[in-house]
């Protein structure tokens, strides 16, 4: 009966809620309309710090250079709202570009980001 009791115990404490910090995108994925090669596309991905911690962004990763993003440098305070601005530079690119930018945070979850666009060439 004991074991029984300790196993209960264990199940329960392995599935409670973790507490940190967390973000909620609106929209993780955006999808940009058709360019010519050589323009630089940007676009901001808004988030909320649904966590019980600060939120602290410290880097990101990403496969290439053309694309970069800057976000807050100062901690994101449970329920408070943010910004990621993504910018991508078309020069030598061409046809479908899709990319993922991972970002680096306290988070308890590793959030990923990404944007797809047909680069014409100029």
């Known amino acids: 009966m ?4 300790a196993i209960i115990i ?3 404490s392995a599935f409670t809620f ?12 955006h999808d940009f309309t058709d360019v010519k090669e050589g ?4 676009h901001d991905f ?15 990763k990403v496969a290439c250079s053309c694309t970069k993003i800057t976000f807050p440098t100062a901690p994101i305070l449970p329920n408070q709202k943010g910004t990621i601005h993504l910018s991508f530079d078309t020069k ?3 046809g479908f570009q ?9 988070a308890t979850k590793s959030k990923k980001l990404s944007f797809r666009v047909f680069v014409i060439r100029a």
């Open 2 to 5: 004991r074991l029984f009791f």
């Open 10 to 12: 264990a199940l329960s």
């Open 18 to 29: 973790r507490s940190g910090a967390e973000f909620s995108f609106l929209d993780r994925n």
């Open 39 to 42: 323009v630089v596309l940007e």
């Open 46 to 60: 808004s988030f909320t710090n649904v966590g019980d911690e600060p939120l602290v962004i410290s880097d990101y």
């Open 92 to 94: 030598g690119k061409f």
């Open 98 to 106: 899709s990319r993922k930018i991972e970002i680096i945070s306290n």
